[in-house]
C-alpha cells in the first residue's frame, strides 16, 4: 500500500544507508545497509541494486555478508583506476570497498573497541565480492566506541587516498598510498557546528565553484539525534585541505557560528547521504542520494515486509554569493525523460483559498510540479495536497517569520511514533522573500521540496490512507502564482 512508485525500496527487508556508490560501465552502482530477514535493524549486509540513469532500479544479490556477529556497517568503494591496491587479477580496474566491521560479540561483552576498517574488493565491477582476509583490519580501533563509515576519495592535488571517518562526535581524516595501509592525518568538528547526537556518515570531496575554476573542499556530517527539525539530519562545512588538515572557510565559519548548523536538507527524511564515486570526466555532475527516514521512527513506519526508500538522486553544487558558499541540491536531469504528459497551468491571482485544478489531471503519486510566487507580502501562503477522505499535508512559506515548513499532522497514518508528525518542519529563511521559486517531486508516500533552485531543499515522508488527487493555495494578503508546469511521471 506504501510503497513509492519510483523511489527505490528492496523487495523486502530492511534498508538503511546508502553505501559504497561508484559509476562503472554505464551503470550507476548503489549499495546500502541491509537485512533481508526482517523490515527491522538486523545484522547488517551490504545491499545492491543497479541503474543506467539513476531512476530505476534493479535489485541485485547481496553483495556483503556478514560473518556471524561481525555486522558489515556503513562505508564507500573506489574504482582504484591505477590499481594501487595491487588487488587486480586482469586488466580491469578493482572496486575497492572500506567499511566499517562492528564486533557484536564484543559489544555484548561490553568492551568499547567493537568498531574496525576493513576492507573487501571486486574485480568484475562489483557484482561479486572477497573479503581482504589476509589484510583486515586496515585500520584498528583506536579505543572509542564510535569510530565508523569510513568514506574515501582520491586527492588529486596531492596525490593520495584520503579516508575521513565518524569519531565519536568529530570526523577523523587517514591517508593511503595503496588502500591497504592508512595514517593518521587529523581531526576536525570539536565544538563546530551541531552536536545533539553522535555524528556519523562523513563525506568528503573536492568541488569546483559554479562558473569559476575555484575549487574547495566539503564535508558532508550526519548526526543523530539533533537534525534541523529532530532526530537524524545531515549537516555540512566547506572548507580547505592542504593534504593533511582540513579549515573552514573564513565567512563560512562565521555563516555556522551564527546558525549554529548549515543543512543539506531541512527535512526529516535525508539522512546518511552520499555521493558516486567515479562519474566520468565528461559528465562531472557531483550526484547524491539520500536514506528516505530517520531514526526517530524509521523502525515504526507502518510498511510491512519492507521498510525505507531511498531519496531521489540528486546533483550538488557549490555556488558563491558575494563572499559566502552554499551547496545547493536539485533532482538530476534523468527524471525528465520519464515526463509522460504536461499540463500548463493559467496564473493563479486571487485571495483566500484557491484550487489549482490542473493537479486534477495528472496523478499526483508520481509527478513533478513547478511554480513561482510573485510579490510576496507579510502573510502565509499553504499549498495543500488532499484526498478524498480528509487526509492533507500542507506546504509552504511563512514569509512574516521567514521560513519554509511542512506540515503532515493530518496527512494520514501517523500514530506509529510521537515523533513522526508533532511538529512541523521548519527551513529558515533569510529575510522577507518577494519571490519563490518551487521545484516538489511527488511519490506516493514522500514530498521533496527544491526552493529557489535548491537552496533550501525539504525531504518528508507521508502515509495518507488514498492517495493525494488535489492541490489548493490559500492566504490571506493575495496570491500571485505564475509559470505553473504539472510532469506526469511515467517509471514504473
Known amino acids: 500500500m506504501y510503497r513509492p512508485n519510483f523511489h527505490f525500496t528492496p523487495k523486502k527487508g530492511w534498508m538503511n544507508d546508502p553505501n559504497g556508490m561508484f559509476y562503472a560501465d554505464g551503470y550507476y552502482h548503489l549499495f546500502y545497509q541491509y537485512y533481508p530477514e526482517k523490515s527491522v535493524w538486523g545484522p547488517m549486509h551490504w545491499g545492491h541494486a543497479i541503474s543506467k540513469d539513476l531512476?530505476?532500479?534493479?535489485e541485485q544479490?547481496?553483495?556483503?555478508?556478514?560473518?556471524?556477529?561481525?555486522?558489515?556497517?556503513?562505508?564507500?568503494?573506489?574504482?582504484?583506476?591505477?590499481?594501487?591496491?595491487?588487488?587486480?587479477?586482469?586488466?580491469?580496474?578493482?572496486?575497492?570497498?572500506?567499511?566499517t566491521l562492528h564486533d557484536m560479540t564484543k559489544e555484548k561483552e561490553g568492551k568499547i573497541d567493537v568498531e574496525q576498517q576493513d576492507i573487501a574488493y571486486s574485480n568484475n565491477n562489483g557484482f561479486t565480492w572477497q573479503?581482504?582476509?589476509?589484510?583486515?583490519?586496515?585500520?584498528?580501533?583506536?579505543?572509542?566506541?564510535?569510530?565508523?563509515?569510513?568514506?574515501?576519495?582520491?586527492?588529486?592535488?596531492?596525490?593520495?587516498?584520503?579516508?575521513?571517518?565518524?569519531?565519536?562526535?568529530?570526523?577523523?581524516?587517514?591517508?593511503?598510498?595503496?588502500?591497504?595501509?592508512?595514517?593518521?592525518?587529523?581531526?576536525f568538528g570539536?565544538?563546530?557546528?551541531?552536536?545533539?547526537?553522535?555524528?556519523?556518515?562523513?563525506?568528503?570531496?573536492?568541488?569546483k565553484v559554479e562558473g569559476t575554476n575555484e575549487t574547495k573542499w566539503v564535508l558532508i556530517q550526519n548526526l543523530n539525534p539533533g537534525g534541523a527539525n529532530g532526530g537524524s539530519g545531515t549537516q555540512y562545512f566547506i572548507g580547505d585541505f592542504?593534504?593533511?588538515?582540513?579549515?573552514?572557510?573564513?565567512?563560512?565559519?562565521?555563516?555556522?557560528?551564527?546558525?549554529?548548523?548549515?543543512?543539506l536538507d531541512y527535512g526529516k527524511d535525508n539522512y546518511a547521504g552520499v555521493t558516486w564515486n567515479?562519474?566520468?570526466?565528461?559528465?562531472?555532475?557531483?550526484?547524491?542520494?539520500?536514506?528516505?527516514?530517520?531514526?526517530?521512527?524509521?523502525?515504526?513506519?507502518?510498511?510491512?515486509?519492507w521498510r525505507s526508500s531511498t531519496t531521489i538522486a540528486r546533483e550538488i553544487q557549490l555556488i558563491k554569493k558575494g563572499e559566502n558558499y552554499s551547496l545547493v541540491s536539485n533532482p538530476v536531469k534523468e527524471i525528465n525523460k520519464y515526463v509522460s504528459k504536461t499540463i500548463k497551468g493559467k496564473s493563479v491571482k486571487g485571495k483566500g483559498k484557491i484550487s489549482i485544478p490542473e493537479a486534477g489531471k495528472i496523478d499526483l503519486t508520481q509527478a513533478i510540479v513547478s511554480f513561482n510566487l510573485k510579490n510576496?507580502?507579510?502573510?502565509?501562503?499553504?499549498?495543500?495536497?488532499?484526498?478524498?477522505?480528509?487526509?492533507?499535508?500542507?506546504?509552504?512559506i511563512n514569509n512574516s517569520d521567514h521560513y519554509l515548513f511542512v506540515d503532515r499532522s493530518k496527512s494520514g497514518k501517523n500514530d506509529f511514533s510521537e515523533k513522526f508528525a508533532s511538529t512541523i518542519t521548519k527551513a529558515a529563511l533569510e529575510g522577507n522573500q518577494k519571490e519563490g521559486v518551487f521545484k516538489i517531486i511527488l511519490d506516493k508516500t514522500s514530498i521533496e521540496i527544491f526552493y529557489n533552485n535548491g537552496?533550501?531543499?525539504?525531504?518528508?515522508?507521508?502515509?495518507?490512507?488514498?492517495?493525494?488527487?488535489?492541490?489548493?493555495?490559500?492566504?490571506n494578503e493575495g496570491i500571485e502564482l505564475s509559470n505553473l508546469v504539472i510532469n506526469q511521471l511515467n517509471i514504473n
Open 376 to 396: 510576496l507580502k507579510q502573510d502565509t501562503y499553504n499549498f495543500t495536497l488532499a484526498n478524498a477522505v480528509g487526509e492533507s499535508l500542507t506546504f509552504g
Open 278 to 305: 567515479n562519474i566520468p570526466s565528461a559528465d562531472g555532475r557531483r550526484l547524491f542520494i539520500g536514506w528516505m527516514s530517520n531514526w526517530d521512527y524509521a523502525q515504526q513506519v507502518p510498511t510491512n515486509a
Open 242 to 263: 592542504d593534504g593533511k588538515t582540513f579549515t573552514l572557510d573564513i565567512n563560512f565559519a562565521k555563516r555556522v557560528e551564527a546558525e549554529k548548523a548549515v543543512w
Open 190 to 207: 570539536k565544538n563546530i557546528g551541531a552536536h545533539g547526537g553522535v555524528w556519523e556518515c562523513p563525506y568528503f570531496f573536492q568541488i
Open 61 to 99: 544479490p547481496i553483495a556483503l555478508y556478514p560473518d556471524k556477529d561481525k555486522y558489515i556497517f556503513s562505508g564507500s568503494a573506489v574504482v582504484d583506476r591505477y590499481n594501487t591496491s595491487g588487488l587486480a587479477t586482469g586488466k580491469k580496474a578493482p572496486i575497492v570497498a572500506i567499511y
Open 131 to 187: 573479503k581482504f582476509e589476509e589484510g583486515n583490519p586496515v585500520v584498528k580501533n583506536p579505543g572509542i566506541r564510535d569510530f565508523r563509515d569510513p568514506k574515501v576519495t582520491w586527492d588529486e592535488t596531492h596525490k593520495q587516498w584520503i579516508m575521513v571517518l565518524a569519531a565519536q562526535d568529530r570526523a577523523q581524516f587517514y591517508t593511503s598510498e595503496n588502500l591497504k595501509k592508512w595514517e593518521y592525518l587529523s581531526e
Open 455 to 475: 537552496e533550501k531543499v525539504i525531504t518528508e515522508i507521508f502515509f495518507s490512507n488514498q492517495p493525494f488527487t488535489s492541490l489548493s493555495v490559500s492566504s
Open 55 to 58: 531512476i530505476k532500479w534493479e
